[in-house]
């Protein structure tokens, strides 16, 4: 049976929750998340695993997190321990590579991929993810520029930007 490690924190975003395995981090939850949250991730891809409070695993994870957060951190050097299908880990390594304060429109990571028509497909993988901020999905726009979807919500993402573009810092989000 899998033991999955979770910590709950306070950081300049709001109430993160992390959860980790023995192989790396697993799942980010933000403050306000859509969708099934946890449990529905869980069911997915931990089924019958125990979950246990436990800081300590976490606490790299948290670090870090909050590092980044504070305008601190650009790049993360965590392990991870990322459960999607092949197509979503080829979104997430396109992810994963745009660079700190900048972005990239869904279409261009489609095109990327060699799958231009995949734009909506790009989108749905970028909500799925699992590992948000690690994999900085909040990185992706639409083609115009503007912010469209985000688990956390668009005001996070729009706060996340804006931490990312050295601008005044952006305070606490509330």
């Given amino acids: 049976m899998e033991n999955l490690h979770r910590t709950e924190f306070d950081s300049p975003a709001g109430t993160l929750r992390v959860v980790s395995s023995e192989r790396g981090l697993a799942y980010v939850e933000l403050p306000h ?3 099934r949250g946890f449990e529905g991730w869980k069911e997915r891809h931990a089924t019958g695993a125990v979950v246990r409070e436990a800081h300590g695993p976490n606490r790299e994870v948290v670090r ?3 590092e980044f957060l504070e305008g601190k951190r650009e790049r993360f050097e965590l392990e991870l321990d990322l459960r999607a299908t092949a ?3 080829q979104v997430y390594e396109r992810v994963a590579a ?5 972005t990239r429109a869904y ?5 990327e991929l ?14 799925a993810n699992p590992i948000p901020l690690v994999i900085p999905c909040h990185r992706v726009v639409a083609a115009d520029g503007k912010l469209q979807g ?7 993402k729009a706060w996340l930007l804006a931490l990312e573009s050295r601008r005044p810092s952006p305070g606490r989000l509330l």
């Fill in 87 to 89: 197509f979503q880990t």
């Fill in 64 to 66: 870090q997190l909050l």
């Fill in 114 to 127: 060699d799958q231009p028509a995949a734009v909506r497909a790009v989108g749905a993988a970028n909500g």
């Fill in 107 to 111: 279409g261009e990571i489609a095109r």
């Fill in 33 to 35: 998340a859509s969708g």
């Fill in 150 to 156: 985000y688990a956390g919500g668009l005001p996070l």
């Fill in 98 to 102: 745009i660079p700190y304060g900048e």
